[in-house]
C-alpha cells in the first residue's frame, strides 16, 4: 500500500471510529441518557479518534525519519568484506553512490557487482519494510480504536483525557520554535569551533584588520589574511548608531503626537500610513539608500569641501533610521496609550498643561517600555543586511567618519557565503563566528529589551 | 415648618423636574447659571443653576448616569478633555466666568483642584508627587519652600506622619486610603479654593473612609469642596448642603438635614429613603 493511499484509509477510519466511540458511550449510557456520561458523548468519539490516528502516525514517521539510516547500513553489510578497510570519508561517498543507484538517478560509472548488489538487496529489504509498514499502522490503528472502545464507560474521563492530548499538542507546537533556536545556535556554534580551532578567539575579537582573502588554492596569489572583527562590528555599530538618531527622535515624537495631540481621525488614517512603512521591502529601502540619498549627500558635502565616498554610512544610516521608525513609533504610541487616563487627568486637574503633562508625568511612566521598543529596534538595525550592501559598500574601514563607506557583521556574512566556497576555510567559517558573534549581542539586547518591558508591565496591571 | 411648605404650595409631581429646595447661596463662590452638557448628540445635563457656597461642603447624590460627575468636571473643565463634549450656560468662579474664550484653563485648574474615584498618584516619590504642581507653577523658589509646601501640604492630608521617613519611596506603594489622601494632598499643594471630589472614597476600606471624611470635614475651614457620592450615610456626615440629581436634571437643593429628613420632591424622597437607586 503506498503512502498516500494509507493516508486516506487512516482517515476514513478515523471517520468510523468517532462514529464508533459516540454511539458506544451513548449507549453505555444506557436509559438515563447521555446526561448520565462523565463527558459529553462528541469527547468520547473524539478520544477514539486520537487512538486511531496517533499510533499509526507515529509509525509512518518513525519509519520515514529513521529507514534510510537503518537500510543503508543493512545494505552495507551484505558487502562487508569492501568496506572493512575503507576510511569514513570513502564510506560515506560509497553510501551516496548506494543512494544514487537506488533511486534511479544515475549510476556511476565505476560501480562494481558489489555495490549493485547491495543496492538491490537496499531495494528488496525496503519493499518488505514498506508492506510491513503498511500492515503495522493499519494493526495498530485498529487496535488503538479496539482498546478505547473496550473501555469507554459511563464514568471514564474522556473529556480530560481529550484535554491532556490537546494541551500536549500545544506543548509541542510552542516548544518547536524553541528547538529551531537551539538548532540555529549549534549548528553556528560547532562551525564558529571550527573557525576558532584555525583563527584565535582574541585575534577575532580584537583585531583590528578585517581582510578575509585567503589562497583558496596552493598555487593562488592572495594574503594570508586577517580576521580581525573590530572594524566591521565598529561599522555596525556606526550604521544602527545613525539610524537610531535618526529613529528613536522622529518615532517618538509622531507617537506622542498621535496618542496625545492627533484627533481620532488623523490618528486612524496616519497610524496606518506611517505602519507601511515597515511593509516596504528592505532591498527597495537599499536601491533608494544607493541611487537616492547616497547622491545626495555626496553633492552636498562636496558643495561644503568635503569629500564623501559614493557609499557611506551616513546615507545607509539615515535611510536605515526611516525604515525602523514605525517599530520605535508603534511601540511607543502603544506604551504610552497604556499609561492611565487616570494619570492625565491627574496632571491636568493640578493645572498642568499638556506638554508638562507629557514631559513630567506621561513620558517617565511610559519610559521603561520605550527604551525596550528602542532596543527591539536596534536589534532590526544590527540584523539589517540589504541597505548596507547597497549604499555603505564592502570595504572594512576602521573609522569614525560617517562619510566613509563601512561595512557591518550581516554584510560580511553575505559576501563571505556568496558563491563557491570551500568549508573547512577559515574564510568561509568567518562567516559562523560573525554570525555566532552577532547572535549573541542581538539576544543580549533582546533579553535586556524584554526585561525592562515586563518589569514595566507589571507596574500598571 | 417644612411640612407647612409643603402644604401651601403645591405638592410637587413625580414628573415635574424643575429644581426644588434652595439652590442658591448668599455668599456663592461658584455660580452656576443653565448649565447643559452634550456628549455629541446627547444631552448629558439640562439647565442646572445652582450655587456652591463659600467654605461649605457640597454634596451631589443621584443614581448612577445621573450627570452628577459630568457636572462636577464642568466646574473645572476637566470634560475639555473629552473629545465630543459640548457645555453651554454659564459658570462663574468668583466673578470670571471659566466657559469665556480668554479664560486659561491651565491657572483655571490650578485654582480648582480636582481629586478623583481611583487614586491616581503619579509613578513617581511621594514627595514628588505632592512637589509636582507646586513645580509646575512655579510656587517655590527654593528647594526649602518646596519642602515646606510639601510638608503643609501632607500634613493637611493627615499623611505626614505615616509618610515623613520614606519621601523618596514611590506614592505608588502606598495603601488606597494613602494613596488617596496623597492625591488630597497633591491638589491642595497648589492652594486651590475649590476643590472637587468625584467620588473620593469608593475604592477604599471603611476605616480609610471615615480618614478621608475626617479630612474633608477640617479642610471645609480653608476651602471650598464639592464632593459626588454614592453613599448617602457620607454626604450626611460631610456636607453641609447636598444636591439631588436625577437623568441629568438637578431635582432639589437644600441643606443636607432637610433633604435627609424633610424631602420635597418625590424622586429625592424615593432616592434617599431607597425605594430605587
Known amino acids: 500500500m503506498n503512502f498516500p493511499l494509507l493516508l486516506i484509509v487512516i ?140 473501555r469507554i464507560r459511563p464514568g471514564m474521563r474522556a473529556r480530560n483525557h481529550v484535554e491532556k492530548m490537546i494541551s500536549i499538542t500545544l506543548i509541542t507546537c510552542s516548544t518547536i520554535a524553541i528547538f529551531t533556536t537551539v538548532g540555529i545556535v549549534l549548528s553556528v556554534l560547532f562551525e564558529s569551533i571550527l573557525f576558532f580551532q584555525q583563527v584565535p578567539v582574541t585575534e577575532f575579537l580584537f583585531g583590528l584588520k578585517w581582510s578575509p582573502q585567503m589562497a583558496i588554492r596552493a598555487d593562488q596569489v592572495a594574503a594570508s589574511g586577517s580576521f580581525g572583527a573590530v572594524p566591521v562590528f565598529a561599522g555596525t555599530v556606526m550604521i544602527s548608531t545613525i539610524a537610531m538618531l535618526v529613529a528613536a527622535p522622529l518615532g517618538l515624537m509622531s507617537a506622542i503626537y498621535l496618542s496625545d495631540y492627533a484627533d481620532r481621525k488623523f490618528r486612524a488614517a496616519v497610524k496606518p500610513l506611517l505602519e507601511i512603512l ?184 | 415648618m417644612n411640612k407647612m411648605v409643603r402644604m401651601e404650595d403645591n405638592p410637587v409631581s413625580r414628573e415635574d423636574r424643575r429644581t426644588v429646595g434652595k439652590p442658591f447661596s448668599g455668599s456663592p463662590r461658584m455660580i452656576c447659571r443653565n448649565v447643559n452638557v452634550f456628549y455629541g448628540d446627547k444631552q448629558a445635563i439640562q439647565e442646572v443653576s445652582i450655587d456652591i457656597g463659600r467654605n461649605e461642603v457640597l454634596a451631589m447624590i443621584g443614581p448612577s448616569g445621573c450627570g452628577k460627575s459630568t457636572f462636577l468636571r464642568c466646574l473645572n473643565r476637566m470634560n475639555d478633555t473629552i473629545d465630543n463634549c459640548r457645555v453651554t450656560g454659564e459658570i462663574r468662579l468668583d466673578d470670571m466666568d471659566i466657559y469665556d474664550r480668554k479664560v486659561d484653563v491651565v491657572p483655571l485648574r490650578a485654582r480648582i483642584g480636582m481629586v478623583f474615584q481611583k487614586p491616581n498618584p503619579f509613578p513617581k516619590s511621594i514627595y514628588d508627587n505632592v512637589a509636582y504642581g507646586p513645580k509646575i507653577h512655579g510656587l517655590a523658589s527654593t528647594r526649602r519652600e518646596l519642602d515646606e509646601i510639601v510638608e503643609t501640604s501632607l500634613t493637611k492630608a493627615g499623611l505626614w506622619d505615616e509618610v515623613k521617613e520614606r519621601l523618596a519611596q514611590p506614592g505608588t506603594g502606598l ?9 488630597i494632598a497633591r491638589a491642595i499643594a497648589v492652594s486651590p479654593e475649590v476643590i472637587l471630589m468625584d467620588e473620593p472614597c469608593s475604592a477604599l476600606d471603611p476605616i480609610a473612609t471615615a480618614t478621608i471624611e475626617e479630612l474633608i470635614n477640617e479642610l471645609r475651614t480653608q476651602y471650598t469642596i464639592v464632593i459626588v457620592t454614592h453613599n448617602m450615610q457620607q454626604a450626611a456626615r460631610v456636607s453641609q448642603r447636598t444636591a439631588y440629581f436625577h437623568l441629568g436634571d438637578l431635582i432639589e437643593v437644600g441643606s443636607t438635614k432637610r433633604i435627609f429628613t424633610n424631602p420635597i420632591h418625590p424622586l429625592t424622597e424615593d432616592y434617599i429613603t431607597g425605594r430605587f437607586g
Open chain 1, 11 to 150: 482517515f476514513v477510519f478515523s471517520q468510523a471510529a468517532y462514529w464508533l466511540g459516540y454511539k458506544k458511550a451513548f449507549f453505555s449510557a444506557g436509559e438515563k441518557g447521555p446526561v448520565h456520561l462523565h463527558s459529553r458523548p462528541q469527547y468520547y468519539g473524539t478520544l477514539t479518534v486520537l487512538w486511531c490516528v496517533i499510533p499509526p502516525l507515529f509509525i509512518l514517521v518513525a519509519w520515514s525519519v529513521f529507514s534510510e539510516t537503518v537500510l543503508t547500513g543493512l545494505a552495507l553489510k551484505t558487502m562487508s568484506e569492501y568496506t572493512g578497510n575503507l576510511s569514513p570519508d570513502e564510506i560515506s561517498l560509497l553510501k551516496s553512490d548506494l543512494r544514487n543507484i537506488v533511486s534511479g538517478r544515475f549510476i556511476p560509472p565505476a560501480a562494481d557487482a558489489a555495490l549493485l548488489e547491495a543496492a538491490d538487496h537496499y531495494r528488496h529489504m525496503r519493499d518488505i519494510g514498506r508492506q510491513g509498514l503498511s500492515a503495522l499502522a493499519l494493526a495498530s490503528m485498529i487496535l488503538g480504536t479496539i482498546i478505547v472502545l473496550v
Open chain 1, 278 to 461: 515597515a511593509g516596504v521591502p528592505t532591498v527597495v529601502y537599499g536601491f533608494f539608500a544607493a541611487l537616492t540619498v547616497a547622491p545626495v549627500i555626496r553633492q552636498f558635502g562636496e558643495s561644503l569641501g568635503l569629500s564623501v565616498s559614493s557609499e557611506s554610512a551616513l546615507a545607509a544610516g539615515l535611510v536605515m533610521g526611516i525604515m525602523i521608525i514605525p517599530f520605535v513609533m508603534s511601540i511607543s504610541d502603544d506604551v504610552i496609550n497604556a499609561v492611565p487616563q487616570a494619570l492625565r487627568d491627574g496632571s491636568y486637574a493640578l493645572g498642568a498643561t499638556k506638554s508638562e503633562t507629557i514631559k513630567k508625568v506621561i513620558i517617565p511612566a511610559a519610559l521603561p517600555g520605550i527604551v525596550g521598543g528602542m532596543l527591539l529596534a536596534v536589534s532590526r538595525a544590527i540584523g539589517e543586511t540589504m541597505i548596507v550592501v547597497m549604499a555603505a559598500g564592502l570595504s572594512a574601514n576602521l573609522t569614525a567618519n560617517p562619510l566613509q563607506a563601512v561595512t557591518t557583521v550581516t554584510v560580511q556574512i553575505v559576501t563571505l557565503l556568496v558563491g563557491d566556497q570551500e568549508f573547512d576555510s577559515p574564510k568561509t567559517l568567518a562567516a559562523f563566528a560573525l554570525g555566532l558573534l552577532l547572535f549573541v549581542v542581538t539576544l543580549i539586547l533582546n533579553i535586556i529589551a524584554l526585561y525592562i518591558v515586563r518589569k514595566y508591565r507589571e507596574q500598571y496591571e
Open chain 2, 175 to 183: 495603601s488606597g486610603g494613602q494613596q488617596q489622601r496623597l492625591c
